[in-house]
């Protein structure tokens, strides 16, 4: 199995896309193309607002001299105390750490999905961030997947085995991982370095494509989604997810 390695600044193809239509055209070719090299492996997809590594949150809210500490503290805590605060059925670490991802404990773990429109939508979700009058850019990342990408229990035995960055398919333990066809990537941590950037993982660097939105392209992309059935409530099926949705959609506001 190949090991994690950095990769030298090799750029990532980009495609600008402004309507969904256009999206859409596009992941059907960069399928085609994967299936005229005998890899039917699926796709996955992470939205963001803007263009930012793709690193878990665990490091852009921890230095790493301290991941592997702090880190274990926040998970064992939340493990202790989170059993009084869910009906879930939770048996291992693995299903614990899906559960914090889900409710933004920063841990090693990147949210993806394996539906398109859904990681378009994410991206496009609330109103570019702004500077000087500029609306920046969001973006959506595409992954070509293959077989041995893919881990599970019995793969990894503990998600804190630090072994080289891999997919990880959780049980659908929660409502959310459902309705977004959720996944994550977990990440190594590589000593001296941190938590390395998929993009900058020479094992993923070239599967991978990011497609980028205007600004200017959000708020139509966003009506049309809607208009497809998907939005707010069916990406995040609770009482907040129906709550920002009718925000949303009878005064405009997000």
């Not at 309507?19 to 796709?43: I, M, P, T, Y």
């Amino acid at each position: 199995m190949s090991c994690d390695t950095l990769q030298d600044m090799t750029p990532v193809r980009t495609i600008e896309v402004t309507r969904v239509s256009k999206f859409l055209g596009h992941v059907e070719q960069e399928k085609k193309a994967e299936e005229r090299k005998s890899n039917k492996a699926d796709f996955i997809f992470r939205g963001q607002r803007t263009d930012a590594p793709l690193l878990p949150r665990l490091a852009r809210t921890v230095q790493e001299s301290r991941f592997v500490n702090i880190e274990r503290l926040m998970f064992k805590e939340f493990q202790r105390t989170s059993l009084a605060l869910t009906d879930r059925g939770l048996t291992s670490d693995w299903d614990f750490l899906s559960l914090a991802q889900h409710h933004r404990l920063p841990t090693r773990l990147l949210d993806w999905t394996y539906s398109a429109l859904a990681g378009l939508w994410l991206a496009v979700e609330k109103p570019p961030k702004k500077a000087h009058a500029i609306a920046y850019p969001g973006v959506v990342w595409l992954l070509k997947t293959k077989a041995d990408d893919f881990i599970d229990e019995d793969t990894r035995a503990s998600p804190f085995a630090n072994g080289v960055t891999r997919i990880y398919r959780p049980r659908v333990t929660t409502g959310r991982i459902a309705a977004q066809s959720g996944l994550f990537t977990i990440h190594r941590v590589m000593k001296g370095k941190g938590l390395v950037a998929l993009e900058k993982n020479s094992y993923f660097v070239e599967r991978l494509v990011k497609f980028v939105i205007p600004g200017s392209a959000f708020t139509d992309i966003r009506k049309h989604l809607h208009g497809c059935g998907v939005n707010r409530f069916s990406l995040f099926p609770d009482l907040d997810g129906l709550s920002d949705h009718l925000a949303w959609r009878y005064t405009g506001k997000l």
